[in-house]
């Protein structure tokens, strides 16, 4: 799913086209560009005309990313389906990692990918990017949750459509259907965060107010809604790094602050972020590799 991706699709198609497979076939790789102004239809079909397996759907206008992932879900067929965010880079072989154990085991629904941020750790806001994504790996390794690359199996018709957390309201859908969800540790996406404060927030405040969204209207949250789980994994990185305690006190706040934010919007306001405001630093990941 593609808005004004220019900066990091060819690189991303590059790697799709390169990936490593052998219990699976990557038959078809689809671009939704949602009424995207840069050249990034003009990419996708440059490189269609090398690989005949990349296509294009677009839309005239940006309508939000879970309609544009309903309208991938109708065109496709296969037995399994990957959304990679548009500004990451999967590793050579982890559309592999993430299909393999779902080809073993019947009762995987899903699999999700480790992200690894491109950012630099040695300012603030870097390291409360990375501070975020260990937590999210160490958590996520407990109970499965789900981030920039996921992959799972035919039975994912649609999502709602006002979704903010696309991979959670899949989430919640295939765990309806009965089957279960694996962190893939080795399955490794590199993907660029915030880095602004104002963007940090813009995210962390979306995604709350998502997960909220979630469980009021599917009944399902992610792991990582526990705060006393998050808490936990908190301390235990506080104290592997206790050079960094007053970043990671902030790094804390500011999380505090996009939830809180985010609770305002869900609860108060009523403010949607189906179609979010895009978090404009965290579009050139093929430049921080």
Known sequence: MAYNEGKNLRALLQSLVAQRTQS??????????????????????????????IKLISQAR?????????LYLRTTDTDFRILASGDTLPADDAIESLIHPMVED????????????????????????????????????????????VAFRNVVKRIPEDSAVDEVSIEAAVTAAGLTLKYIPEAIIRNKGPETVADFLKQRRRIHAGHLAARRIAGYAPSTMSLKRVGRVFLSDVLSRPARLPWSLGTAALEATGRMLGAYDHYVSGRSHAVWEIAVTTKDVQGHR
């Open 106 to 149: 019947a009762t995987v629904g899903m699999t999700g990918g480790h992200v690894v941020p491109v950012n630099g750790d040695d300012r603030f806001i870097g390291h409360a990017v990375h501070t975020l994504w260990r937590l999210h790996h160490k958590l996520a390794a407990e109970a499965p949750k789900m981030g920039e690359i």
């Open 62 to 70: 940006r309508e939000g990313k879970a309609r544009a992932i309903n």
């Open 24 to 53: 699976c076939r990557l038959s078809e790789i689809i671009v939704v560009a949602s009424g995207c102004t840069d050249d990034t239809e003009a990419i996708v079909e440059q490189m269609a005309r090398r690989d005949p397996r």
